[in-house]
C-alpha cells in the first residue's frame, strides 16, 4: 500500500505559478508511473502530465510548455511546476502512482487561478 499526500496548491493570479508537490509513504524508485491529474467542478478526472520510472514524461496538450513534471526518488516526491497559469487550471490536482497491477492516490490539492 503506498499512500500519497500532494501540497503546494492554493491560489494564483494568471501568469502566476505554483509548484505541486506528491510525497508518498514508501519508495516511489519501483513505481512504473507517477502521474497528475486535475479535475474542475463539473467535469471528469483529466490527464495532465506524468514520468516514469525511467524518467520519460508525458503531458497533456493542454498544458504542453507551460508544466514541468520530475521526481526525486530520493524524497520520495514528485513535483509539478505550473507556470504560465490560466483560470482554466483551476482544478483539484491528484496524484497517482502506478505499478503493474495496482494504483495509487491521493486526496488532491486544490488549484485556483484568477483572472
Known amino acids: 500500500q503506498v499512500q500519497l499526500v500532494e501540497s503546494g496548491g492554493g491560489l494564483a493570479q494568471t501568469g502566476g505559478s505554483l509548484r505541486l508537490s506528491c510525497t508518498a509513504s514508501?519508495?516511489?524508485?519501483?513505481?512504473?508511473?507517477m502521474a497528475w491529474y486535475r479535475q474542475a467542478p463539473g467535469k471528469e478526472r483529466e490527464f495532465v502530465a506524468q514520468?516514469?520510472?525511467?524518467?520519460?514524461?508525458d503531458y497533456a496538450n493542454s498544458v504542453k510548455g507551460r508544466f514541468t513534471i520530475s521526481r526525486d526518488n530520493g524524497k520520495n516526491t514528485v513535483y509539478l511546476e505550473m507556470n504560465s497559469l490560466k483560470p482554466e487550471d483551476t482544478a483539484v490536482y491528484y496524484c497517482?502512482?502506478?505499478?503493474?497491477?495496482?494504483?495509487?492516490w491521493g486526496q488532491g490539492t486544490q488549484v485556483t487561478v484568477s483572472s
Open positions: 497517482n502512482a502506478r505499478r503493474t497491477l495496482t494504483s495509487y
Open positions: 514508501a519508495s516511489i524508485f519501483s513505481i512504473n508511473i
Open positions: 514520468i516514469s520510472k525511467g524518467g520519460s514524461t
